[in-house]
């Protein structure tokens, strides 16, 4: 009896042996499958094209029948699918009509290592975090990048206003499209004089110039509208 039950401790030990080479070899091909971005943050404008690019771990030896890419725009109320593989096979069907026909990525890069995708006529509902998972046989990891899509601020005048020597007069100016300035400073200028600054809704008298101190004011109540004129 003591002969059979060293036998079987011994098995027991070998196969605990082997289960535990297993374990540290699937650690390690999951720690040496890496997936990186090459850029964490983007910026561009509205209509604007930009690439997004990550990268993964890839061995020349390998085939691509086993190769899965997930990327999505996470959001609150639903992620949105840019582009997704399924055993090395595009699946255009697969992306959310929020990207429809403004996604075209580079397969030729694919085997590199690299995903290339290039969006087109941003929009700025596209602003977000963007998540890319692969797969493959080496592993599975993801990693993430943020884009931000502004609209651009035009600052608009008006026509040249004519006025006599002691008239008071307005000096129209607004934002297209209309923006809340109420946390930024704004500053009117009249050749290489600064005539008016402006910071959180109040007059900066320090930053003006002298000869204007009480000759010149603003409208914070217009501000959320985009309104900088001057008095």
């Known amino acids: 009896m003591k002969m059979i039950s060293s036998s079987s401790s ?4 070998m196969m605990s042996s082997i289960l535990l080479l297993l374990i540290l070899s699937s650690c390690l091909c999951a720690a040496t499958f890496v997936v990186n971005v090459t850029q964490s943050n983007y ?6 094209n930009i690439t997004l ?6 061995k020349t030896q390998g085939t691509w029948k086993n190769l899965f890419i997930y990327c999505s725009l996470l959001r609150p109320d639903k992620e949105r699918v840019l582009y997704r593989v399924h055993n090395g096979v595009e699946i255009p069907e697969s992306q959310d009509d929020q990207f429809s026909g403004r996604i075209q990525s580079n397969k030729d890069v694919l085997r590199e290592g690299r995903i ?3 969006v087109s006529r941003l929009r ?13 046989e080496d592993g599975v990891n993801y ?18 206003i004519h006025a006599k020597v002691g008239d008071d007069v307005i000096l129209p100016c607004h934002l297209e499209p209309p923006f809340d300035v109420n946390k930024l400073a704004i500053e009117w200028r009249f050749k290489s004089q600064i005539i008016h ?8 008298n ?22 900088i004129s001057s008095n």
């Open 206 to 227: 320090e930053a003006s110039d002298q000869e204007y101190i009480n000759r010149t004011s603003m409208f914070p109540d217009e501000f959320k509208k985009g309104n």
């Open 143 to 160: 990693a993430e990048c943020r884009l931000k899509v502004f609209v651009p601020v035009k600052v608009v005048g008006h026509d040249p």
């Open 10 to 13: 011994l098995r027991m030990k």
């Open 53 to 58: 690019e990550w990268t993964f771990t890839t």
């Open 116 to 118: 290339r995708l290039h």
């Open 124 to 136: 700025t509902e596209d602003s977000g975090l963007y998540q890319c998972g692969v797969r493959t």
């Open 43 to 48: 910026q561009a404008e509205e209509k604007q």
């Open 197 to 204: 600054v402006q910071r959180s809704r109040a007059k900066d």
